[in-house]
Nanobody, 124 residues
Framework: QLQLVESGGGLVQPGGSLELSCAASGFTWDYYAIGWIRQAPGKEREGVICISRFGDTTNYLDSAEGRFTISRDNAKNTVYLHMNTLKPEDTAVYYC?????????????????WGQGTQVTVSS
């Protein structure tokens, strides 16, 4: 069974950092593009950042530029979202997703495998 499981979410103060992890099971995603998408209460899902098969990264959010980075460890079948200088407006459920049809980041959020999401709350 194909499954993506996110972890690492929680409550953090403004200016703090978090690292989210996304582990895949049931398949090997070495050749897939992997993305992080978030959804805040009352808002639509928005792409955050993506990493290609070859490790090229694409930021989807201007507000995350310079604060969020993504990395992948194919040996562990795991992708990470490193978030620094967090702001209250970063509060959202964060999802990881895989695109089995492409090994590059297309710029859209049309991934075909999704995790269940992990809550990130930035508040003092």
């Amino acid at each position: 069974q194909l499954q993506l499981v996110e972890s690492g979410g929680g409550l953090v103060q403004p200016g703090g950092s978090l690292e989210l992890s996304c582990a895949a099971s049931g398949f090997t995603w070495d050749y897939y593009a992997i993305g992080w998408i978030r959804q805040a209460p009352g808002k639509e899902r928005e792409g955050v950042i993506c990493i290609s098969r070859f490790g090229d990264t694409t930021n989807y959010l201007d507000s995350a530029e310079g604060r969020f980075t993504i990395s992948r460890d194919n040996a562990k079948n795991t992708v990470y979202l490193h978030m620094n200088t967090l702001k209250p407006e970063d509060t959202a459920v964060y999802y990881c997703a895989a695109d089995s049809r492409r090994d590059f980041c297309s710029g859209s959020v049309s991934f075909d495998y999704w995790g269940q999401g992990t809550q990130v709350t930035v508040s003092s």
